[in-house]
């Protein structure tokens, strides 16, 4: 069991380098395989096709991103701080992984039902990390008391309203190009501080 | 000549009705032609295609909303009470003219172009209109000094995020159901007061 799994971490590794340098599109199974010397039926024994194989990748960065926004936010000074950090903290791993991300290209506006619940998932750990700084800034007198899960969503969805319209929406891939993220963080930002300000407690 | 435009309003207003109660794709020529006892041929002298007609009906009602809520928001004694009337005169509107609206369900991702410059040009009144919102407020000393217009194309943004997440964006038509519109109005409204809120002159 215990073999199986680490087998299955060195093939997600493997996967991960090819898939971060080439892409979804231009990664084989094959190629793979030949990487760890591993025969073609064995990697097929373990993911049975590369959407589930893509679909682990994936899962491994998403909770990585995840443990590192809660060790950066939880560390913050305050709600505003702990906000900036949580914003440039996705944006770098999004630029990182980039070439990742590039499924809508492929899959266009069809996504697997495998990766549509992978992004609910990290969306929904998006919104609860955005509630925790929510409540910190409440407990600590900074923020006003608010409903912090219902008020974590609405920001979430107006950060994700700067994306969408740097994007335009009628348009395939429904991704943005790599420079494009300069300008939706510095625009989030501004959104965040606003947002931020509109909560605080007036003395 | 303005015999001329004496008819093509006859025309935008018959074809409003159609429109309206119908939508779009329910609508022929035809029926318009008959409904103002009018041959098909002077019917496509004045609009080559049901898409012109269509665009030109969508152009009225498009100006129409924009001096009500000109007027609307120039009476408002606040900022808060000003995009409160924003939200619902536009809300007000789609749901009026909501079968009006159905073009995403024809045409899919492929807005045609008349159209599309349509909208963008309503979307840059309606960032207009903030604008002034925000400009009031700050010579009332309601609101701190910044850039009205880009903190408008800001809010704009926010503003369409809670469309945005409403809507499920990776299926189509890309339109809100009738019944989502309440749901996305309050939301609006939240977030314009904690918006606006985070913009106020701190004493």
Known sequence: MENQDKKKELIIDAALKRFAHFGLSKTTMTEIANDLSLSKALL???????????????????????SELKKGTARAANSHEALGLFLNKRQEFISKYYNLLDFTKITGSDLPEELGSMFKKAKQSEVAILTSILNKGMESGELDTCDPQETAMLLMEALGGIVFNVLKVHTRPFFPEKEQFDMILKRQQKLGIIFLKGLKKLN
């Open 44 to 66: 097929y024994y373990y993911f049975p096709d590369k959407i589930s194989l893509y679909s682990a990748v994936l899962g491994n960065i998403i909770s990585l991103m995840d």
